[in-house]
């Protein structure tokens, strides 16, 4: 069992249930939780004819990391995909594709969240660099409340140069930095477009925005001068959701 992941949590314990079930082993349950979001839970590991057992609630708490809910499962080792998964995406895109870079993102939680708010807004991944940045854990997946299963996370060796690849196939880079003048509610969003988030508190690295079309800030009204970039992720991606939504 050693190789085993602990993903814990009902909404990502749930998306993995859906969406990939030959990645669960076996289902834990806190001893006495029978409630109807746990019955939904072992509707679908009986479906997929997956083990289920129980264990005392303050054995779940030392298995995660976090708040368990009362739900565990044990599931072969987080998917992570390489730089060739975004061709295929892009090629089987239906509509003018939206993709996030992360540049170098390194808490789990803001990865999470970042993740959760890529799959509302419908993008069809998240690039990251394959080092010096967070990657798929336990936190993240429950963060993300599901999108952990159903948004593609890319790694990337070079992050400058796939950017460049993306440019070539008609994609336009938009970087966020708070010192320019551009807004960002001043960019068409509406083609094909890579939103490209710093790093906490660094911002992204040069050879990064070397590599953008456009860089734009946030208006900051009040007396910070930026903010989470998970937060500002989510601003960026739903004023391209919001531009594409006009008639």
Known sequence: ??????????????????????RVKRLWLAEGRQDPRVQALLELARQARIAVGQRERRELDEWAEGVHQGVVAEVSPSQVWGEAMLDELLDRCEGPPLLLVLDGVTDPHNLGACLRTADAAGAQAVIVPKDKSATLNATVRKVA????????????????????????????????????????????LRGPTVLIMGAEGKGMRRLTREHCDYLVRLPMAGSVSSLNVSVATGVCLFEAVRQRSRP
Request: charged share 25%; glycine share 10%.
């Open 145 to 188: 409340c599901g999108a952990a299963e159903v948004v593609p996370l890319v790694a990337v060796t070079n992050l400058a140069r796939t950017l460049e690849k993306l440019r070539q196939r008609g994609l336009w880079t938009v970087g966020t930095a708070g010192e320019v003048e551009q807004e960002l509610y001043g960019v068409d």
């Open 1 to 22: 069992m050693s190789d085993l992941e602990r993903i814990y949590g009902v909404h990502a314990v749930e998306a993995l249930l859906r969406h990939h079930p030959r």
